[in-house]
């Protein structure tokens, strides 16, 4: 499964400052679509931004949240919805019902609303830009840095291989990828499949499994996970030069 609808993000292991401005919008895509948005700005920023793709329940709480906790430390943030083609702009709350629009989503569809979003993003900061995503979100971050949208770098958690598809010549920016050992959706062997590509291909990329942890476990009320939570908080800070860090091993 992926995130339960209570889930909440857990905080970075630091913070340069406050969140400076939030709020949602709505943007228009180069082929008329129209979806909503969340963005979050720090009061101390730290020269990065994130491009925040969720996972299959679409704009959902937690990512507006998440989208906070990566302001308070310092990267401009914008978080994006999937949806907006077959769901229009209704919340994606708990209600939502993401399995009738999940299967209509396809990756242009996702690429033309992040290149929308990124527009938007960079309007407020000329900073790099790194695309961070979770389950499905994960999949698509990864993809979008063969999308020639210009990303710094691309890190996906608990991602699924097939929605990356054929997609590693284009590669264009270094990937991050941070498993969970007791993944119930996607297996071992399909990111060995996946990994072994990107190394005939001469690709970057970093990979990190959490061994027993299961899919979905970057979540502030799972106790039992909360060191592997800061450890993947190290991660994406080291990926995105933000800090020097050693993550544990």
């Given at each position: 499964m992926c995130h339960p609808t209570d889930s909440r993000p857990p905080a970075a292991p630091f913070t340069t400052g406050t969140v400076a401005e939030e709020g949602r919008l709505e943007i228009t895509a180069a082929d008329g679509n129209r979806f909503n948005a969340f963005r979050a700005a720090p009061s101390v920023p730290n020269g990065r931004s994130i491009l925040l793709l969720p996972d299959r329940r679409g704009l959902h709480p937690f990512y507006e949240d998440l989208a906070r906790r990566f302001a308070e430390a310092g990267f401009h943030v914008m978080a994006f919805d999937f949806y907006g083609r077959s769901a229009g702009l209704t919340p994606r709350d708990a209600d939502f019902d993401w399995a009738v629009h999940m299967p209509l989503l396809e990756p242009a569809h996702v690429e033309a609303d992040a290149a929308a979003a990124l527009t938007k993003l960079r309007e407020w900061?000329?900073?790099?830009?790194?695309?961070?995503?979770?389950?499905?979100?994960?999949?698509?971050?990864?993809?979008?840095?063969?999308?020639?949208?210009?990303?710094?770098?691309?890190?996906g958690f608990y991602g699924v291989p097939r929605f990356f598809g054929d997609r590693t010549e284009q590669l264009t920016a270094p990937l991050l990828m941070l498993l969970a050992g007791e993944d119930v959706v996607t297996t071992r062997e399909e990111?060995?499949?996946?990994?072994?590509?990107?190394?005939?291909?001469?690709?970057?990329?970093?990979l990190k499994v959490y061994e027993?942890?299961?899919?979905?476990f970057f979540d502030d009320s799972v106790e039992d996970w909360s060191e592997a939570c800061t450890d993947a908080w190290h991660r994406l800070l080291a990926f995105t030069g933000v800090q020097a860090l050693t993550p544990t091993a």
């Open positions: 900061s000329g900073d790099p830009v790194f695309g961070v995503g979770f389950c499905l979100g994960g999949s698509y971050s990864w993809r979008l840095a063969a999308a020639d949208l210009g990303l710094a770098g691309a890190a990111f060995a499949e996946f990994t072994a590509g990107l190394e005939r291909a001469g690709k970057e990329y970093e027993g942890a299961p899919h979905s």
